[in-house]
């Protein structure tokens, strides 16, 4: 397994975040190509893919943003293809994501997730990461 962080537009690359992203969230809508074109071409964030045998299997996008109070780092979108779960890609995904944001100076990586991801919030707390005592909150425009 490889992680590899996606700078150049590829329709492979497109394609299977659009097989991946509805295995996430039953409300993600598919991605265009200037979709992509933005979360790669944007300063503040960067696209890692799971690579096994030259198939992409995995992704997520590490956000990073200069505050008064720091640089913070946030982890998003993170998933696996269902038929390479439970063998590591998720962790390796993350302590990739990991290492990128310490080595840029963030004081914290923050990730949210569904309480009834019951898999994915075990490997959080496995690899560190704890519940804030927060309330987070959300405006729809």
Request: glycine fraction near 6%; hydrophobic fraction near 45%; avoid cysteine.
């Amino acid at each position: 397994m490889k992680i590899v962080e996606v700078k150049e537009f590829t329709e492979q690359v497109l394609e299977t975040l659009n097989e991946l992203l509805p295995q996430l969230s039953e409300s993600a809508v598919p991605m265009t190509a200037n979709d992509l074109h933005r979360v790669i071409d944007s300063q503040s964030s960067q696209l890692l893919m799971a690579v096994v045998n030259g198939v992409f299997v995995g992704s997520l996008t590490l956000v990073l943003f200069h505050l008064p109070t720091g640089i913070r780092a946030r982890i998003e979108d993170l998933v696996v293809d269902r038929s390479a779960r439970n063998k590591g890609i998720g962790k390796a995904l993350i302590a990739h994501a990991v290492g990128l944001a310490s080595d840029s100076g963030a004081s914290a990586i923050d990730l949210t997730s569904n309480p009834n991801r019951t898999s994915a919030n075990a490997l959080y707390r496995s690899m560190g990461f704890e519940p804030r005592r927060t309330n987070v909150y959300v405006y729809r425009p």
